[in-house]
């Protein structure tokens, strides 16, 4: 099969591979879309050593059963699926319970790290656990099925602590997740809401996307009842935890720094709630939903679909940062 291989930070091959062997409890897809993720970009890059090399990436896909295994029940082969990109082990006391996005033996789709490698789907094949499978509907076209990954992220952070419709929140990143996020708050039944973002084309976004308001400058943020900061960086951390009004709760979905400094007498003498939030947590099917209704636009942030001979290219665009690009899809 052919799959677009990191082989060195900053460089991505159209390679032959061998096909996916399946065990009994697993499936073979056909990849029809995979989206790329902020996160495969910083792997390309080589800045949060989660992507060493060699290593086929991708994680937010979509496709069509080929093969099953032995053992799999619910599925056969030329359903159209999408799958959790965090393959669980369901025997742990965490899956136990419910929370498989803290399983103790999970591993990731398109992620190597120093405990494990695991080839994603920027490929024409993927396997994957039939447990981590859904079923999609006729009607949700792939590319947008590439996307119900980033959605259930996005559905699980606001599921960490709903806001009640009449609270004023504020997002503070305005990235695929932000954007999403806005839009399960405005499914949810949220009405106040401003987002935060230095580009203006992301700021413009997040007004179409169900923002009552939008700012530039986080030191203009207003005063909320709950803030979701969707970066990860000390400074955005900081406003979020000052916007907030006493005994708020601050909902932390951005990481991309691993230390930011806590202010913790602000946090402690003002009462206010810090929540983490990890992936998503079986909220697929309601991501689906959320998109085959149309109460989600994914279609609006898709800037390109594109070969996956071409990935090379677009990995590069999309660290530029410097066309406005949103999410690109590839396609085997």
């Known amino acids: ?36 993720c902020g996160s495969d970009i910083h792997g390309y890059t080589g800045i949060t050593g989660r992507r060493i090399p060699p290593l086929v990436m991708g994680h937010e896909a979509a496709g069509v059963i080929e093969q099953v295994g032995a053992a799999v029940t619910g599925f056969v082969p ?7 990109s965090t393959v669980y082990c369901g025997r742990c006391d965490f899956c136990l319970r419910g929370d498989v996005n803290l399983c103790d033996a999970r591993t990731v789709l398109g992620v190597s790290c120093a405990d494990y490698r695991r080839h994603g789907a920027f490929a024409e094949f993927v396997a994957v656990p039939a447990r981590i499978l859904h079923k999609l509907p006729a009607n949700l076209p792939f590319e947008h099925a590439a996307m119900v990954e980033p959605l259930a992220v996005a559905v699980h952070a606001v599921e960490r602590r709903r806001p009640p419709v009449a609270e004023r929140v504020v997002v503070i990143g ?44 986080i030191s203009e943020l207003p005063e909320a009842d709950h803030v979701f900061e969707v970066v990860g960086y000390p400074e955005t951390v900081a406003a979020a935890i000052r916007s907030v009004k006493k005994g708020g709760v601050v909902t932390l979905v951005g990481n991309l720094t691993p230390e930011v400094v806590l202010p913790l007498q602000a ?6 709630t810090l929540l983490g939030t990890a992936a998503s947590c079986g909220e697929y099917p309601e991501a689906i939903d959320l998109m085959a209704t149309g109460a ?23 660290h530029r940062a410097d066309e406005g690009l949103m999410k690109v899809v590839l396609h085997p």
């Open 1 to 36: 099969m052919k799959a677009l291989l990191l082989t060195e930070y900053g460089r991505l091959t159209v390679t032959d591979m061998a096909l996916p062997e399946i065990g009994a409890e697993d499936v073979l897809i056909r990849v029809r879309n995979c989206g790329i």
């Open 78 to 84: 030329g359903d159209r699926v999408t799958f959790d």
């Open 174 to 217: 305005c990235g695929m997740i932000g954007l999403l996020t806005i839009q399960v708050l405005r499914a949810r039944g949220c009405r106040s809401i401003v987002a935060a973002d230095l580009l203006a084309n992301r700021r413009e976004l997040a007004l179409t996307m169900g923002a009552e308001r939008v700012v530039a400058d």
């Open 267 to 272: 946090v402690v003498s003002r009462q206010i």
């Open 296 to 318: 989600v636009d994914v279609a609006s942030l898709i800037s390109a679909v594109a070969p996956l001979s071409e990935g090379q290219s677009w990995f590069d665009r999309l």
